[in-house]
T-cell receptor, first 113, second 113 residues
Framework: ELKVEQNPLFLSMQEGKNYTIYCNYS?????LYWYRQDPGKSLESLFV?????AVKQEGRLMASLDTKARLSTLHITAAVHDLSATYFC?????????????FGEGTQLTVNP | DTGVSQDPRHKITKRGQNVTFRCDPI?????LYWYRQTLGQGPEFLTY????????KSRLLSDRFSAERPKGSFSTLEIQRTEQGDSAMYLC???????????FGSGTRLTVV
């Protein structure tokens, strides 16, 4: 059974600081996703990482993928309050019947002024 | 196209009642997924359709739950004899076979009292 673990689960940081969220998964996968969720809202797609060594950046967020280590990271640079949200990683594995996402527990990020 | 639509946004029901939710996917997407998200957790896969065929059901989907996608377009998720443990956000997502993007709807928040 595919398991996805994130750490930390809770992160409180000051504006202007850098930090990294880690996502480990238990078996080989085909794609890795990062989503953002604001309270009471749905999931907003941030990044899709398709291959080993993939790196994507958008604003203050950068995601990377190491398929050999089964590890993805989401790095936050010079955090601002607007980044406060819950961040999920999810792994997509192709099955004979199709594909579906398995999510981590999420990292609740609070950026304090 | 306005994305994935879910109706209703919120539903409060008494324990033991039946409820039905609707999801309208992006029109050209042939794959449709239902997920359940409880407070503080990541979304958990419930079931998946390709066109009108239900190809996979999670063990989480007890016999009180049934999902349909009769014409390969919109889908319904029915919960019979609701229990307090059914209280959650029910998320629908759609995708196109061969593509790696998933689009999530805003969700239906169910509260069983």
């Amino acid at each position: 059974e595919l398991k996805v673990e994130q750490n930390p689960l809770f992160l409180s940081m000051q504006e202007g600081k850098n930090y990294t969220i880690y996502c480990n998964y238990s078996t080989t996968s085909d794609r890795l996703y990062w989503y953002r969720q604001d309270p009471g809202k749905s999931l907003e797609s941030l990044f899709v990482l398709l291959s080993n060594g993939a790196v994507k950046q958008e604003g203050r967020l950068m995601a990377s993928l190491d398929t050999k280590a089964r590890l993805s990271t989401l790095h936050i640079t010079a955090a601002v309050h607007d980044l406060s949200a819950t961040y999920f990683c999810a792994v997509d594995r192709l099955e004979t019947s199709g594909s579906r996402l398995t999510f981590g527990e999420g990292t609740q990020l609070t950026v304090n002024p | 196209d306005t994305g994935v639509s879910q109706d209703p946004r919120h539903k409060i029901t008494k324990r033991g009642q039946n409820v039905t939710f609707r999801c309208d996917p992006i029109s050209e997407h042939n794959r449709l997924y239902w997920y359940r998200q409880t407070l503080g957790q990541g979304p958990e896969f419930l079931t998946y359709f390709q066109n009108e065929a239900q190809l996979e059901k999670s063990r989480l989907l007890s016999d009180r739950f049934s999902a349909e996608r009769p014409k390969g377009s919109f889908s319904t998720l029915e919960i019979q004899r609701t229990e307090q443990g059914d209280s959650a956000m029910y998320l629908c997502a759609s995708s196109l076979e061969g593509d790696y993007g998933y689009t999530f709807g805003s969700g239906t928040r169910l509260t069983v009292v």
